[in-house]
C-alpha cells in the first residue's frame, strides 16, 4: 500500500526530518532498500552502512538523525517504529465477510455477520465467533468455543472445544488449542485416562505460532493472558497459567500446572516442569530446563554449547572421571595435613 | 451427566460411605468442589484443607475416610478412581452414525454404518472403518488404512496409508500417523530417497496427542502396544517399536528402529537415538537422550536443570577448563612422590 | 510392480550376476526376504547372514558378490541402489490429473491441466500450481504461491502465503510453510508485532517432513535450497538460509537469519541459535545447539548421554562444587610453594 512519509509519521506519532510528500510503497533491509522503501537503523553494526542507503527514508533514534542521508523518521525505538509502520504498508491479508458454501456451521452456532468463514470451515454448535473473526480455510472451531471480535484462525487451525478468546487474536496454521491434557492414571490393568473436563481461556491480542498446542484444562482452564507471543512448536499442557506479554520462542514445552509470571521470555527449546511457579520478569535461556519455583527476576540457564565434537568428548570424559577428581584432592589434602 | 454417589461407587466398584440418593453433576478441584461436585484426595498435601472441603463427596483411601467431613468414596487409588467416575459424568463427546454430506469418502472404502464421518473428512480406497469409530472433521484416512471399532480421529488427523489401529484408539488433531519414515541415501548427485513401504500397527486402547507424529516402516511396520500413551509433538521414527502401556511426554523423540520395552516412561524432551533396545520398566527423566541399549530397569537422566545465568556460565567455564583442572592435580601427585 | 532383475539392473545401471528373467514384486528386509523379493548387504554386519538368505537376489559390494548364494545385483554403494529399485519396485501413489469437486479454487489461481488437486483442498488467489502436481486432500495453497513442476502436497499441508517451490518437492501432511516469523517489538504497552513480508523460496528435490514448520522472511525470503531434506517437526525460522543437500532430523531448529551451508548433517533436536552462519559440511549431533559461527567442516557436539539416574546426579552435584575444587587445587598448589 502507497503511503506518504507524512502521513506515516503522522499515524505512528514520530517526528519526520524530510518531505512529507514522498510515497512510501514497502519495507526492506538496510541493504536492500530502494527508493520507495523505508528502513530503520537500530542496531549500532549497521550504523556504518548509512551514508549509502538508497531508502528514501530511515527510521532511526535522535542521536542518529544528523548522519542520516536521505529523509528521517526519529523515533526513540526504531525497530517498534517499524513494525507500526510496516503494519500501515503490508496490512494483513483480510477477506469479505460472510460464510463460504463449502463451509459447514452448525445450526446451534452464532456467527456474527462481519464475520468470515473460510472455504472447508467446520463450525460446531454452541461456538460464538465475533465481529471481523476470521475462520480460515480448513480449520475446526469445536463445541462451545467463544472467539472474540477480530480473532483470526488462519488455514487448518483446531480449537477443539471449550476455547475462549479475547480480541484480536491470531492463531498460525496447525496451532491446536484445547486438546486434552496428559492425565493418565496407572492401573494394574494399564493406564486409564483422566477425563479432561476443563477449558482454556486466551487474553486480548494473542498470538499462537504455527503447530503449536495448548491443553485444556483437567479441572479448571488453562489460561493464556494479555498479549502473550507463542512461536511455533510451542506446548502448553493442561492447567497452565502464562502470565501476560510473555514470549516463548519455538519448542518450548511447559509441562501441567506450572503458571508463569508476566513478561517472562524463554528462548527455543527451553522449557519448565510441571507444578512449578515462575515469577515476572524472567528470560530462560535457549534449551534450558527450570525444575523448581523462580521468585527473583533475572536470566536462567543450563545448556552447553557446541564445541568440536573431540573437544566435548573430553569434557564428557573429564565430568565421568571427576569423583575420582575429587578423590585424589581429598587424598592430597590429607596426605599435606 | 448428573448421577447419584450409589451408582457412581457401584459402577466403580468401590465403598461409599454417605447417602447413595446424592446427586453428582461434575468433578472438581479439591478448593473448587461444591454441593453438586466429587473431588479426589490423593496427594496428601491436600490433607489439610480435608476438612473445609466444600465438595458432595470425596474420593479418598481409607486411611483418610475417618477424617471426610463429608461423603466418603473409600479406594486405594483414588486417582484411578477418580478418572473412572469422571468418564462417567463426563463422558466423552460422540456423534450420531453417518456420512456428512460434506465428507469425501472413496468408492473403494468400506465404512461401518455405525462409524461417524464428520464435515470435510476424506477417506481413501481400500480404507476399512469398524464400527462406532469417528473420523472427525477435516480429518484424512488414506489408502489401506485398517480402523478399529470404536477409535475416534479428532479434527484434523492425517492417517498417510497403511495403517492399522485396534480398538477403542484416541487420536487427537494434528496429529500424523503413516508419514514417510526419513530414509535417504547420500551419493554424489545429492540424497536419494528411500521409498518407505511399511505400514504403521497401532494396538488397542492407544492415545496420541496433538501434532504427534509416528511415521510408516521403512520395510516392515513400526508398531505401538496396546495401551501406549503419547503426549503432543511427540514423533516416534521408522520401524520402532514401543511396548505395551509405554506414556511419552511432550516432545519425546525415538529415532528409527529402536525398540523400547513395556511400561516404560519417557518424560518431556527426552528421547532416545535410533537402533537400539531399551528394556521395560525404564524411566528416562525430562531432556535426558539415551544414546546405547538399556537392559536393567530404573531411572536414567543426563540434562541440568536451570540455574542463574551468571552460576551456570561458571559452571560452563569450569567444565571448560577440566583439562587443566586434571593436569594441575596431576601435577600435585608427582610433587608429592 | 512386478519387475525382472534383469530390468531393474538396466534401470539403476549396475552389473547382476543370475537370471534376468527372475520377477521382483517387493523389496525386504534381510531376514525376512522370499522368493519374491531384493534385498541388500550394506552393513557388514549382516553379512554372516548371507548364506542363508531366500531373497530372490540381494545388492551387495563388489567384494561380497562371490559369496552370494543367490542372484547377486552388484555395486559400490548398495543402499543407494535399494533406494532407486525400491522407487521402481514400489512407485509412490500418485493420482488422476484433475480438480475434485469438493475443492476450492479460486477463480485468480492457475492450476495446470495435469495437476491434482484432492478433496476439500484449497487454492487462493494468484497461486500458480504446476504440471503434475498433487495438492493432497485438505491441503491449503495461499496467495501468491507458486507450486514447480511434479510437487506433490500430501493430506492436510499448509503453505501460508507467498512459498515457491522448485521441481519435484514432496511436502509432508501437517507441514506448515510460509507462517509468519517471530518478530516482535516490545513497547511500554506490551508487543507490538513486526509484519513479516517476505516469502519462502525452496530449492528443486526438496522433502520437508510431517508437521513441519518453515516460517517466512520478515523482509526479503527464507531459502531452502535444492536437494534438503527436513524430517518431521523441523522448525526453520524467518530469513535462515539453509545450503544444498543440508538434512535435518527430527526436532532440528534452526532459529532466525541463520545461514548454513551445504551437506551439512543435522542429527535429532539439535540446533542452531539466530544470526550465525555455519559452514558447509558441518556435522551437528543430536541434542547439539550451536551458539556461534562455525567456519570449520566437521563434527560437533555440545550433550550428555543418559546414565542411571543416581550416577547422572552424582556428576551434576560435583559439576555443582567444581568452583570449590578449583579453589582446594588452588590452596595445595600455595601450600606447595
Chains 1, 2, 3 share one sequence.
Not at 162 to 175: M, N
Not at 291 to 318: H, L, Q
Request: proline share 5%.
Amino acid at each position: 500500500m502507497a503511503i506518504t512519509l507524512g502521513e506515516l509519521a503522522d499515524q505512528v506519532d514520530c517526528e519526520l526530518r524530510g518531505s512529507r510528500e514522498t510515497v512510501i510503497e514497502t519495507v526492506a533491509t538496510f541493504s536492500g532498500a530502494g527508493p520507495n522503501a523505508i528502513t530503520f537503523l537500530s542496531n549500532a553494526a549497521y550504523k556504518p552502512q548509512l551514508p549509502d542507503t538508497r531508502a528514501a527514508a530511515v527510521i532511526l533514534k535522535p542521536a542518529d538523525a544528523d548522519d542520516c542521508p536521505v529523509a528521517a523518521i526519529v523515533h526513540d525505538d526504531p525497530y517498534a517504529c517499524y513494525a507500526r509502520m510496516a503494519a500501515l504498508l503490508h496490512p494483513a491479508l483480510t477477506h469479505q465477510p460472510g460464510v463460504h458454501p463449502t463451509a459447514f456451521v452448525s445450526e446451534d452456532a452464532v456467527v456474527s455477520k462481519t464475520a468470515y468463514v473460510g472455504p472447508n470451515a467446520v463450525i460446531e454448535g454452541n461456538a460464538v465467533i465475533g465481529d471481523g473473526c476470521e475462520i480460515g480455510p480448513g480449520s475446526y472451531v469445536g463445541p462451545d468455543c467463544v472467539i472474540g471480535a477480530g480473532t483470526r484462525l488462519l488455514a487448518n487451525v483446531t480449537f477443539v472445544r471449550a476455547v475462549t478468546t479475547g480480541q484480536r487474536g491470531l492463531i498460525h496454521p496447525g496451532a491446536v488449542i484445547g486438546g486434552d491434557g496428559f492425565g493418565n492414571a496407572m492401573t494394574p490393568e494399564g493406564w486409564v485416562k483422566v477425563p479432561q473436563v476443563g477449558g482454556v481461556k486466551i487474553g486480548d491480542d494473542v498470538e499462537i505460532g504455527c503447530n503449536s498446542t495448548v491443553d485444556c484444562g483437567a479441572i479448571g482452564d488453562t489460561v493464556i493472558g494479555n498479549g502473550v507471543r507463542l512461536d511455533n512448536l510451542v506446548m502448553i499442557a493442561h492447567n497452565c497459567r502464562i502470565g501476560d506479554h510473555t514470549a516463548m520462542a519455538a519448542y518450548t514445552g511447559i509441562a501441567g500446572s506450572t503458571t508463569i509470571g508476566s513478561r517472562c521470555l524463554f528462548a527455543g527449546k527451553s522449557g519448565a516442569v510441571g507444578h512449578i511457579t515462575i515469577c515476572d520478569d524472567v528470560v530462560v535461556t535457549g534449551k534450558t530446563m527450570v525444575t523448581k519455583d523462580i521468585d527473583t527476576p533475572g536470566a536462567y540457564a543450563s545448556s552447553f554449547a557446541a564445541e568440536p565434537a573431540k573437544d566435548w568428548a573430553k569434557n564428557v570424559a573429564r565430568v565421568r572421571r571427576l569423583g575420582k577428581l575429587f578423590d585424589r584432592v581429598g587424598d592430597l589434602e590429607k596426605d599435606k595435613s
